[in-house]
């Protein structure tokens, strides 16, 4: 099944109120089709492109970013060879946390200016960053870039060698309230990576690469969409259009709504950068497809030849063909050379595994944490992170990210009799609903039960005496508007909004359908609804919605408010911030 992009985006779409509602027809996840959407002038991709880095942000905890702590970095055990050195590198990316890796430089004096430098994550190869295979090898990688004239940073994913106080995969709903996943945890080591060879001596700070293969190079286009001190790029066997990477590390809750990886890989324009595809994986189609798309951003900065594709007969890989193609093209960009004879690989000598290892018979510091105190960390930083929003605009715009909720620029409507239809235009979504006609200023009451449930009780009895226009709603899965929804679907918090942001999504749609002051009244579950609706509302709106028990602890959120970086994003303090002085 092929999704288009663009309908889910706002290019073409619905121009009726649709039949049944995309969001439980179209499920996008990892192994969908979707198509880019055009751009048709710059303006319009540079104001896609900082919502995308924004949304990549949110998603993964770091908006707003984390405190930098000190990194304390230990560089130790070196091995000299004639043209390079490799050093073995434990640094702390946070209060308590690791990071493993090995530093491999040039054995020759740094030229004006410093080094270029280049922050080498791997991909789920079985021996990480130290995986020396005729498929992918990270050592020959950065032992011959090194020998090139770069200073080279290849450091784990977590869970792998050295980096070890987490498992590779991990967490579960409460931990996505906060934004605490592999996902986070390795785009925040990636970011410290790179301050760690920012600090180094010899380093050119406007020389700063990144290159990985599978999901080393989901690290690298996350790392270049967030970060522009990457300044050149070479993302292998990764960017797709027909799979967006399947495991937990490369995915987050909130990362791809409404986009795919052809959109972030394109936030690194105009920066020079290479995609290296081949036949034998998901990047079949990249010269024809995604290249091609990605190509035509470039050309919006007229940049068009700062971007290249090299596309080989191979299965799954980073090797020495696709390596070689990517040292000329830095090579090109980065060192100014054009002759391919000086980026041909040499032989290595490949080192022993233990002898690379930065915990080969050496502990962790005696402050490393477990994994409850990794988590325990994160959770208090997100908390005091949030707790300092206290700007307005600030707090919506997190709390829009993390519910995947606008205020529509225009809402449909269709009445017939009582019966009323609610939609976004393109957005393919349905919301059905009831009106009592009345005069004077309009009532929109959400039940958790919906539009029938509502109007059977005592609350809809008191506000149809008052004679005003009384709206009710099928909020998203409620009353009739329940519909089969595969929430199996791979990854299907990654592409999809839960069903609780989409109820709030809903009362929006319906508020600015409204265009007016509204009474927004919400009882039981629904009232948390509203609460969220309220603050987000760009209209006056009188809430009334009592919360009874809810005072916004995760498992209240966990219970009966499930919406994935919800408390990240400041969660009931942000929505009463919002609420205050709106009535």
């Not at 039949?19 to 969908?32: K, W």
């Not at 043209?83 to 530093?103: A, D, F, H, W």
């Not at 259009?241 to 052809?262: K, S, W």
């Not at 409850?372 to 959770?379: Q, S, T």
Request: with cysteine; glycine share 8%; proline share 6%.
């Amino acid at each position: 099944m092929r999704i288009l992009l663009a309908l889910m985006i706002g290019a073409v779409g619905y121009a009726q109120i649709p039949a049944q509602d995309s969001r439980n027809t179209e499920i996008p996840n990892t192994d969908f089709h979707f198509t880019a959407r055009p751009y048709k002038t710059l303006a319009e991709w540079q104001a896609r492109r900082e919502h995308l880095r924004k949304q990549v942000l949110s998603a993964t905890g770091l908006m707003p970013m984390l405190p930098k702590n000190d990194l304390h970095p230990q560089i130790f055990g070196k091995i000299e060879n004639r043209t390079y050195s490799i050093e073995k590198v434990l640094i702390e990316t946070l209060p308590g946390y690791y990071l493993g890796g090995n530093l491999y430089r040039p054995m020759k004096t740094p030229p004006p200016g410093g080094f270029p430098a280049i922050v080498s994550p791997h991909g789920h190869w079985q021996y990480g960053r130290l995986e020396h295979s005729a498929v992918a090898s990270v050592p020959a990688r950065c032992i011959s870039l090194a020998q090139q004239g770069y200073i080279v940073f290849a450091y784990d994913m977590v869970g792998y060698n050295d980096t070890i106080q987490t498992p590779h995969a991990f967490g579960g709903p409460r931990e996505q309230l906060w934004d605490f996943g592999p996902l986070s945890l390795q785009l925040w080591n990636s970011i410290r990576a790179v301050d760690f060879i920012e600090s180094l001596p010899g380093v050119n700070h406007a020389r700063i690469g990144a290159t990985g293969a599978s999901g080393g190079a989901t690290q690298t286009l996350l790392l270049e969409a967030v970060d522009d001190r990457i300044t050149y790029s070479a993302p292998v066997n990764m960017v797709s259009a027909i799979m967006q990477g399947g495991d937990f590390c490369e995915n987050a809750p909130n990362l791809r709504l409404d986009t795919f990886n052809v959109e972030i890989a394109s936030i690194m324009a105009p920066r020079p950068m290479i995609l290296v595809s081949a036949t034998g994986d998901w990047t079949k189609n990249t010269a024809t497809e995604e290249f091609p798309a990605v190509r035509a951003i470039y050309e919006l900065y007229d940049k068009a030849a700062n971007v290249e594709t090299v596309h080989l007969d191979a299965p799954h890989n980073y090797n020495q063909q696709n390596r070689e193609a990517v040292y000329r093209f830095f090579g090109k960009h980065v060192l100014g050379e054009s002759d391919p004879a000086l980026f041909k690989e040499r032989n290595i000598r490949l080192e022993k595994l233990q002898d690379m290892l930065a915990l080969h018979n050496r502990k962790l510091p005696d402050n490393a944490l477990d994994y409850d105190g990794v988590a325990a960390l994160w959770i208090r930083m997100a908390q005091e992170r949030a707790s300092s929003v206290n700007d307005r605009a600030q707090a919506r715009e997190m709390l829009e990210l993390a519910l995947g909720a606008e205020w529509p620029e225009r809402a449909t409507t269709d009445a017939t009799g009582e019966t009323i239809l609610f939609a976004r235009p393109v957005r393919g979504d349905r919301v059905a609903g009831h009106l009592r006609q009345g005069a004077g200023r309009k009532i929109l009451f959400v039940h958790p039960e919906g539009a029938d449930a509502a109007r059977k009780s005592a609350e809809y009895a008191a506000l149809a005496r008052t004679g005003r226009p009384l709206y009710t709603i099928d909020a998203f899965q409620t009353g009739s508007a329940v519909a089969p929804r595969n929430r199996d679907a791979k990854m299907f918090l990654t592409f999809n909004r839960s069903d609780d942001a989409n109820r709030v999504q809903d009362i929006l749609t319906v508020l600015r359908a409204l265009d007016s002051d509204v009474e927004l009244v919400g009882t039981g579950k629904a009232a948390v609804w509203c609460q969220f609706a309220a603050a987000l509302a760009r209209r006056p709106v009188s809430l009334k919605a009592d919360l009874g028990s809810f005072t916004g602890s995760d498992q209240d959120y966990v219970e009966r408010f499930f919406v994935p970086g919800i408390q990240r994003a400041g969660g009931l303090r942000a929505a009463r911030l919002l609420t205050e002085n709106k009535n």
